[in-house]
């Protein structure tokens, strides 16, 4: 199964990377909340799959599973949704503003200045 999610995360990086390297803003958005998604696979899958283990200790339980990976992507979704929130916000009010969202036109030129 890690041979599995370690492609899913292959997969995700290269969508997220070929997204970020556009010109639309919106792409690039989305091309960072896929970043986003493969690093919260890649820990999860680097926290170990599977196990039958419970998360915490109990009355006569000697193996449990290790529950800081979960706490950490848990964290790394609430942070990221609000990035792609604000990202979001600015890029409404800078298509307002500016009537694009080609970052190449939104530069402007030299002789605007």
């Known amino acids: 199964m890690e041979i599995v999610m370690a492609f899913v995360c292959g997969f995700l990086f290269m969508a997220a990377i070929y997204l ?7 792409r690039i958005i989305i091309g960072t909340g896929l970043l986003s998604h493969g690093a919260h696979l890649l820990i999860l899958t680097m926290g170990g799959l599977g196990g039958e283990s419970p998360p915490v200790l109990g009355e006569g339980v000697t193996d449990y599973a290790d529950p800081l990976p979960q706490a950490l992507i848990l964290t ?3 942070i990221s949704f609000g990035v792609t929130a604000f990202f979001l916000v600015l890029a409404y009010r800078a298509y ?7 970052t190449t036109k939104m530069k402007g030129s ?4």
């Open 110 to 113: 030299e002789e605007d200045d």
């Open 76 to 78: 790394a979704i609430v």
């Open 96 to 102: 307002q503003e500016l009537g694009t969202d080609d």
């Open 20 to 26: 970020i390297l556009s010109r639309s803003l919106l």
